[in-house]
């Protein structure tokens, strides 16, 4: 038994609800108490879609327990098939019907229905809502694109696929708006993108594609690799999230498409470079950044932070395991220790712990992050309603890139409004109770209190926090407002490190050069 | 599908059995943990039972998280480990890091009830050794209650641990059913006014003094969807007061009503203490008469407050309800509300989602109250609707919020004039 509070991933059947609703003409059956349909709010409250997820649940209860909720998973799938009509049928059974054993799979291909039935096995007590999502998609691909279908190949330009976005995926719609863009200026053309989006047939069609583009290997990983051994497709494996990444993609797509990408590189710079390079930006240079996310995501933030941001990674880690191993390898490069967990205290631990400047993660390490007072981007899912903008907001290719810029810098105080602070500290408009000026006059700060970071929500006393001389206390006032908490946690935790009881200006100062760069 | 007429002057109730579309009762944990500070609740369940309260909570996700779930891993089910043994283990470590918990309650799911997971067994063994904790157990599983039904059970579970209330006592009040604690104020200066000083609350605020209860104990329902603690109560001698549920004006005056009858309070102080309230409400009420009379109003279900909303928008508001979808019908404890409904009014108890919607499509209303799985479709299929869940965690009841009420109903209506995109 795992003791959790909050989770990264829900199970395996909302994976497959994921891939179902990303397509179009797919439906899925699930047998699962009614309980289990919350999750459809998941897709039409935090994506916002306007349409219910094609499921359809069994809902069976206690009381059909005892007497045949085999006979009511059949009358199930064929209310379904007749009221929806779908060309594909995925049937499957969530934790409770694991246990009950009803065969789903069995039970529908028993109805002989006209429509392609694809079973699943979605082990609750073991495997997560990723794994599920890839599964799914696998299943539908190997059923739809058996290896006796051979690739009808178009005339024109070389053809893409590009595999693995989903339904309430992170920034899934722009990103494929995104490289669709890059690849028609670099000359290729996207022959299917699945699975959102995409019907049976596109899905059939997908060995018609010179090469595949794995966008998001936690989704799509499984069918790239069984469509590479079956059908013989190579796959671009670069995940082109930042500038560097990005070129490295484009020269990848070139070379399987053998086409020149110099001038398709020339033609889409991003601004990112320049912005990083301009002297505003000095401020950023090694402010200490801890990443956590889905390992894909995860993976490229580190590295758009390191070399194209000139942050220092303190800090990275992934809640899938089954990429533990692209997190491991990428630590490495950073010096930092990984943390591959799906147990969010021991994130809040960790974070707590190191005290960055910056946390890129999901919405959990955004609450975290805002415990802690320290400034947070979402990089990854899982994501809130709030992640999932209205404008055009892509993470992948040259446009990404400039919005990586700017969201991941703008939790921090501008550069050069940090200097300005620093040199009118102590004019008298710079008392404490000043608030930030396009808040209007009258908005009194926050009162910047200890936060008891035992790093862990579950623990309600508050740690033994040292005391603070009057001079001590007089000095910390000093340091403006918006630092001034973190200075105050940072001498406190050094405070405690040492075994020093009472704070006094020495100990500020101590923990000042501890902390400095 | 059928629509037995029961008994003389009751509504037809059309009965559906297909695919529900609400909530499990574990949902309950996320307002009973914040009405019992001092409770944790601990769900013996799998990830999805985790994802649901955690979608279900979403907003609540900065709150010390009081709640838990103990996932049932695969090793558990292999034998592989000893689940009484492990749920020991998490028990342990949970009470450890959280000294200040008094009641712990096991929460029973559909995984722990399928394998058969006794929880009360496993609650009377963990009270034995550790008896600074009280442990309790119920089950909020989806296979045996719907969303609200989840508070339900709970109350039932705690009523065996209240203290006897002496038969001679003189009588008193209990309100059942969880109340936002501003709305419990405000009924016990209403209850103090007409000179009924003896009111307990239940669930209380804390769980380190329960009230008493016995054959001097009058209970009074705030909520609908208590009927098994209601009965539990009254088997340990309460005498149950029914009434129309305290919605509005009216319902308010109707709820506070059978407690002074049942006091002896007499009908000059009644009138007089309620009167302030009652004109407060009417007011408020006023303001959103205009928009919501004679607007066509269909139910999904959802709460079991479906009937007396019903009754409060149809009566108070003018409104015309289609259908009034409930999870369970209880007929006993919303007799009142249900005798209110406009004649011609169709009640459905139970679910089959599709054919439900295929009604709300073809009724066209001008206001639906549905689930947030259904909303967003339902909008951008040109419907109006009103979030379910909404209701649960908004104050609603008593003289002071029933303009609040009104609101929840007629915002979206005002919206949709609002906007020009
Ligand atoms: S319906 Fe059952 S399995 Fe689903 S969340 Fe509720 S208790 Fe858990």
Redesign the interface.
């Given at each position: 038994m795992q003791l959790a509070v909050w989770t990264y991933e829900g199970p395996p059947h909302v994976g497959a609800m994921r891939v179902a609703t990303a397509m179009k003409g797919v439906h899925l059956v699930l047998h699962a108490p009614q309980g289990d349909t919350y999750a459809d709010l998941l897709f039409t409250m935090i994506e916002r879609r306007s349409a219910r997820p094609p499921v359809t649940y069994t809902t069976f209860e206690g009381r059909d327990l005892g007497s045949d909720t085999a006979t009511l998973f059949k009358r199930t799938v064929a209310d379904a098939h007749a009221r929806f009509q779908p060309d594909v049928l995925l049937v499957g059974a969530s934790c409770t019907a694991e246990l009950i054993q009803d065969d789903p799979g069995g039970l529908a291909e028993a109805l002989r229905l006209p429509a392609t039935v694809v079973p699943l096995e979605l082990p609750s007590y073991q495997r997560k809502e990723h794994w599920g999502a890839a599964e799914t998609f696998y299943r539908l691909v190997r059923t739809l694109c058996p290896a006796e279908r051979a690739a009808v190949r178009l005339p024109g330009r070389p053809r893409a696929n590009l595999l693995g976005p989903c339904a309430l995926g992170f920034r899934h719609r722009d990103d494929v708006e995104e490289i669709r863009k890059l690849l028609d200026m670099l000359g290729v053309d996207v022959n299917v993108v699945a699975p959102l989006g995409a019907t049976a047939d596109d899905v059939a069609r997908l060995p018609d594609a010179n090469f595949n583009i794995l966008l998001y290997p936690e989704i799509g990983a499984e069918a790239a690799r069984w469509l590479e051994q079956t059908h013989g497709m190579p796959t671009v494996r670069t995940v082109p999230i930042g500038v560097g990444a990005t070129a490295e993609f484009v020269e990848e797509v070139a070379a399987l498409a053998g086409i020149d990408p110099t001038a398709a590189l020339d033609a889409a710079a991003s601004r990112l470079p320049w912005w990083s390079r301009s002297v505003d930006s000095n401020y950023l240079t090694g402010k200490r950044v801890f990443i956590f996310g889905d390992a894909t995501h995860a993976v490229a933030a580190a590295r758009v932070a390191a070399d194209e941001l000139g942050f220092e990674v303190v800090g990275l880690g992934c809640y899938n395991r089954e990429f533990a191993r692209e997190v491991r390898t990428a630590a490495e490069r950073y010096g930092v220790k990984p943390l591959i967990t799906d147990d969010h205290l021991e994130v809040e631990d960790a974070i707590a712990a190191l005290q960055p400047e910056l946390v890129l993660g999901t919405q959990m390490e955004r609450h975290i992050a805002k415990r802690l007072r320290i400034p947070c981007a979402v990089i990854s899912s899982p994501a809130h309603v709030q992640d999932f903008p209205a404008r055009h907001s892509p993470q992948m290719g040259f446009e990404g890139a400039n919005v990586l810029f700017d969201t991941w810098v703008h939790p921090l105080v501008m550069g050069l409004e940090e200097h300005l602070l620093a040199m009118f500290r102590d004019d008298p408009e710079f008392h404490d109770e000043a608030g930030p000026s396009h808040l209007g006059a009258g908005h009194t700060p926050p009162v910047l209190t200890v936060v008891p970071d035992t790093g862990s929500a579950m623990v309600v006393e508050a740690p033994v926090v040292a005391g603070w001389t009057p001079e001590a206390e007089t000095e910390l006032k000093k340091i403006p407002f918006f630092v001034r908490g973190k200075a105050r946690r940072n001498t406190e935790a050094f405070a405690a490190q040492q075994g020093i009881a009472r704070i006094d200006l020495a100990t500020l100062y101590d923990a000042k050069a501890f902390y400095g760069r | 599908m059928s629509a037995p007429r029961l008994a003389e002057g009751v509504q037809p109730v059309l009965r559906e059995r297909?695919?529900?579309?609400?909530?499990?009762?574990?949902?309950g944990i996320v307002w009973l943990h914040r009405k019992m500070p001092d409770a944790f609740f601990l769900v013996?369940g799998?990830?999805?039972?985790?994802?649901?309260l955690?979608?279900?909570a979403g907003v609540m996700?900065?709150a010390?998280?009081r709640?838990?779930?103990?996932?049932?891993?695969?090793r558990?089910?292999a034998g592989l480990?000893d689940?009484n043994a492990?749920?020991d283990?998490?028990v342990g470590?949970?009470l450890e890091?959280?000294?200040?918990i008094r009641t712990l309650f096991l929460v029973g799911s559909?995984?722990s009830?399928?394998?058969k997971l006794d929880l009360s067994r496993a609650a009377s063994r963990l009270q034995g050794e550790r008896p600074g904790v009280r442990i309790l157990s119920y089950s909020g599983?989806?296979?045996?209650t719907?969303f609200t039904q989840g508070e339900d059970a709970c109350l039932a579970a705690m009523v065996p641990e209240l203290p006897v209330l002496a038969a001679d006592s003189p009588p008193r009040l209990m309100v059942a059913g969880t109340l936002p604690d501003v709305v419990e104020d405000q009924f016990r200066r209403l209850f103090a006014e007409m000179g009924i000083e003896q009111v307990d609350f239940f669930p209380p605020r804390g769980t380190a003094t329960l009230p008493a209860v016995g054959p001097s104990t009058r209970l009074l329902l705030a909520q609908p969807f208590i009927g098994t603690a209601a009965r539990a109560l009254e088997s340990r001698g309460a005498k149950l007061l029914t009434a129309q549920f305290p919605f509005g004006a009216e319902g308010t005056t109707a709820w506070l009503h059978a407690a002074a009858r049942a006091f002896g309070v007499d009908e000059m102080t009644f009138r007089r203490v309620i009167a302030p309230g009652r004109e407060r409400a009417k007011r408020a009420l006023a303001r959103h008469a205009e928009k919501l009379a004679g607007k066509r109003i269909f139910f999904m279900p959802d709460s079991q407050l479906e009937v007396p909303l019903a009754r409060f928008l149809s009566v108070e508001l003018g409104m015309v309800p289609v259908e009034v979808g409930t999870p369970y019908l209880d007929r006993t404890i919303v007799a009142d509300d249900l005798a209110a409904l406009p004649e011609g009014t169709t009640v459905s108890e139970g679910q089959d989602v599709?054919l439900q919607l295929d009604r709300v499509r073809a009724a066209r209303p001008d206001l639906t109250v549905c689930?947030?799985?259904?909303?967003?479709?339902l909008?951008?299929e040109g419907l109006a609707t009103k979030w379910a869940i909404e209701l649960v965690f908004s104050p609603i009841h008593g003289f002071d919020q029933a303009g609040d009420l009104a609101e929840l109903f007629a915002r979206p209506l005002r919206r949709r004039d609002l906007l020009r995109v």
């Open positions: - | 297909g695919q529900r579309e609400v909530f499990c009762g574990l949902t013996v799998s990830r999805t039972c985790a994802h649901l955690q979608s279900a996700i900065f010390e998280p709640f838990a779930t103990a996932i049932i891993e695969e558990d089910l480990a689940m492990e749920l283990r998490v470590r949970l890091r959280r000294p200040d559909c995984p009830e399928v394998i599983s989806g296979i045996e719907t599709d689930g947030l799985g259904l909303a967003n479709p909008e951008a």
